[in-house]
């Protein structure tokens, strides 16, 4: 059997920093109201406005290859898993491949919210898996400062902006994506989304002048949600495949809240030292959190560990991926 591993990574976040002293100024919250409640320091806002997703996912593309020696007319396959698409229509990934060079593949956009990424990485597996292709990037790329009102303080303190990168190839060891368990439920779509600018309510003056463009959520509920989602879908996968807590070697939970990554790592039993965290330095950036902190701490696995990855985003979407580095 063929089983798909990660065999690059590459990432990118705008140097332009948004810290917490910066959004006392903007609105009414304070550092210390930010840090104890969402653990969140800082994160990066893409500044230059001639600049979008495309770019971000691109530049992360450009990282992986100067870190490997594939070259971009080798991808067969890109899947871009974003919720803020450079347009509504033509797909993002086709500018992606552009940018990038990627003369020789196809690609697609995915949109699974938070949980993008983690999708987008079976979907991929499962393509490298039917032999059929040999190399496939699959992209976690988001420009949430697109989309959030920085006159609200529920929602622009807790998002940024960023791409990870990922290429999958095929390996006949037991490494690689090894198992998911995803789940949707479409009754969240109330507690967490962008009303307008979809085929539902089409963009006028009346939801420019509500702010119906911009994230809208009941944090509360979504708080409670992501930690039972998060926590139920490690634990089925754990039980599926006798992982037991000791068994595994790093968690790389979506990065929206460190309460939320606390208590889901309390809930598996499981200790917060081999739970990878950035989100002090990048926010929630959306699809891109975990192939950031795969980035940021690619590092640290070392071939045959166990890792096990999970997210929860708008949908409500959510699941969790068992990995063999
Ligand atoms: N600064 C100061 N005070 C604030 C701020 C702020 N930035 N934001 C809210 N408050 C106030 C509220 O108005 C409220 O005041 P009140 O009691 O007078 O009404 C008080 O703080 C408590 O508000 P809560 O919403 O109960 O605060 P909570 O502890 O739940 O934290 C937060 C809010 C950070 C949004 C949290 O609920 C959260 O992280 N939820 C998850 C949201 C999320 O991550 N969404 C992203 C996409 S989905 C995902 O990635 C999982």
Redesign the pocket.
Known sequence: KTNATITAIGGFVPETILDNKTLEKM????DQ??TS??GIKERRILSDKTLATSDMAAFAIKNLIENSNIDPSEIDCLILATSTPDHILAPTASIVCEKAGLKNAWGFDLNA??SGFLYALSVGASLIESNRYQKVLVIGADQMSAIVNYED??TC??FGDGAGAVLLEPTSSDLGVIDNVFKTDGNGIQF?SVPAGGSLFPASEETVANKKHFVQ?D??T??KN?IKGMSSACQEIMERNELASEKIDWIIP?Q??LR?IQAVSDALDFPIEKVKINIEKYG?T?AATIPLCLWDFKDDFKAGQNLLITA???GFTWGSTFLKW
């Open positions: 609105v009414d919250t304070s109201w930010i409640r969402t919210a938070c303080r529920n303190i807790l967490l959520q944090g509360r979504v708080f992501a979506h929206a809240n939320i929630n959306t929860f985003g708008a």
